[in-house]
């Protein structure tokens, strides 16, 4: 079964900074872009940041500066680096990823979502 699985959030103090994970596992062939998104209360979810196979990446106008996307390709991970945190970055932060599986076809799949919460 493949899956996206994320940790690393948790409660932190504005200014703060925490690391977020996504490992995704399965019958996978490569993988494609992998990125993160956030959902915050009453809001629709947005990017945040992705990233390309070829580590291309994009953030959205809010983050810049404070967060990085990275990825290593061996171990099927994409992390989010979040510094400076700021009480409005508090969301639900998704993991997204293409997937081109056994078939050869791609699949988007989305992780369960991890919180994170700045508290100011």
């Known amino acids: 079964q493949v899956q996206l699985v994320e940790s690393g959030g948790g409660l932190v103090h504005a200014g703060g900074s925490l690391r977020l994970s996504c490992v995704a596992s399965g019958r996978i062939f490569s993988i494609n872009t992998m990125g993160w998104y956030r959902r915050a209360p009453g809001k629709q979810r947005e990017l945040v940041a992705v990233t390309s196979r070829g580590n291309d990446t994009n953030y959205s106008d809010s983050v810049k500066g404070r967060f990085t996307i990275s990825r290593d390709n061996a171990k099927s991970t994409v992390y989010l680096q979040m510094n400076s945190l700021k009480p409005e970055d508090t969301a639900v932060y998704y993991c997204?990823?293409?997937?081109?599986?056994?078939?050869?076809?791609?699949?988007?799949?989305w992780g369960q979502g991890t919180q994170v919460t700045v508290s100011s």
């Open positions: 997204h990823s293409l997937l081109l599986l056994s078939d050869y076809r791609q699949y988007s799949y």
